[in-house]
């Protein structure tokens, strides 16, 4: 079993709509939570990070952690065309910089 | 942009030669690693750095080898290249954590990738 899960998608949303992406874990030892854009041919680019649990917020993104459930989200409002990327999760340990990720759900925002 | 430079940026090589990728970072950043990514298995570690000369395996190490010589320089080297290890391969950097908090380095930050086949 992956330490951390994530569905793959793709996920297709029209503009304008509120996605909502997830990603669960298993260690409960995660502290450190990370979401991060992939676009097509380029390299991961941090998002959002939070940590412990609670929720912050960056202009139209909304990341999310419930350490009860094991489950951490990133809302995004007001969806645009240049959304259209892959997202990944990834989270780590205090004072371990080994980090984990999710395989990443591809979501596709149509005009 | 986090100062990461991978290079080469693409490589098409034949099975069973060696093949050395090199990742450099501008942030004096404790931490680097090397990670690979292909379809429906995201990104796996192959071997990470936590400073000079001091490195250890990740999930995937089989058949990969690195140094890092210097704080910014750290180089990837597949012995003998594989069809098995066709593959984007990204370096990242970070910084020790030490404490907890909330500060923006105890995240990772990404190369922009070497594509790698191997006929």
């Known amino acids: 079993q992956k330490e951390v899960e994530q569905d793959p998608g793709p996920l297709s949303v029209p503009e304008g709509a509120i996605v909502s992406l997830n990603c669960t874990y298993s260690?409960?030892?995660?502290?450190?939570f990370m979401w991060y854009r992939q676009y097509s041919r380029k390299g991961p680019e941090l998002l959002m990070y939070t940590y412990s649990s609670g929720n912050k917020e960056d202009g139209r993104f909304t990341a999310q952690v419930d350490k009860s459930s094991k489950y951490i989200s990133l809302f995004i409002r007001d969806s645009q065309p240049s959304d259209s990327a892959t997202y990944l999760c990834a989270m780590k340990k205090s004072n371990f910089n080994k980090f984990y990720f999710g395989s990443g759900t591809k979501l596709n925002v149509k005009p | 942009d986090a100062g990461i430079t991978q290079s080469p940026r693409h490589k098409v090589t034949e099975t069973g030669t060696p093949v050395t990728l090199r990742c450099h970072q501008t942030e004096n950043h404790r931490y680097m690693y090397w990670y690979r990514q292909d379809p429906g298995h995201g990104l796996r570690l192959i071997h990470y750095s936590y400073g000079v000369k001091d490195t250890d395996k990740g999930e995937v190490s089989d058949g990969y080898s690195v140094s890092r010589s210097k704080t910014e320089d750290f180089l990837l080297t597949l012995e003998s290249a594989t069809s098995s290890q066709t593959s984007v391969y990204f370096c990242a950097i970070s910084e020790s954590t030490g404490q907890g908090g909330t500060a923006a380095w105890e995240t990772q930050y990404f190369g922009p990738g070497t594509r790698l086949l191997v006929l």
């Open positions: 260690n409960s030892a995660f502290q450190y």
